[in-house]
Nanobody, 126 residues
Framework: QVQLVESGGGLVQAGGSLRLSCAAS????????MGWFRQAPGKERECVAA??????????YYPDSVKGRFTISRDNAKNTVDLDMNSLKPEDTAVYYC?????????????????WGQGTQVTVSS
């Protein structure tokens, strides 16, 4: 079992930055593909960043909506995965979730993730 806990959400003005952190316990994240998803009110959950396992080369994926603004990274020593978000826009407002995939791939598909955190709220004001 992997337990994931997100932190770092909050209120920020448009153009600002936030760093979300996902701390894992139970197992090392080295072997897991990791993803960050978000869900805004009335919308489906979407992937905003993904990284393959360390053994798979830590390949990354970003959708066009966040490419160049968001960066996913992992710290194997701390067993954490971070999401740096820059140039934030009001449309980035959502609950952000961290997820781990035993398959190890950098995938944007929800069903391929086995463990999820409880989410952290990010609100971007205009």
């Amino acid at each position: 079992q992997v337990q994931l806990v997100e932190s770092g959400g909050g209120l920020v003005q448009a153009g600002g930055s936030l760093r979300l952190s996902c701390a894992a316990s139970g197992r090392t994240l080295i072997n897991y593909g990791m993803g960050w998803f978000r869900q805004a009110p009335g919308k489906e959950r979407e992937c905003v960043a993904a990284m393959s396992s360390t053994w798979s080369g830590s390949r990354v994926y970003y959708p066009d909506s966040v490419k160049g603004r968001f960066t996913i990274s992992r710290d194997n020593a701390k067993n954490t995965v971070d999401l740096d978000m820059n140039s934030l826009k009001p449309e980035d407002t959502a609950v952000y979730y961290c997820a781990a995939s035993a398959g190890g791939r950098a995938t944007s598909i929800e069903d391929q993730y086995d463990y999820w955190g409880q989410g952290t709220q990010v609100t971007v004001s205009s």
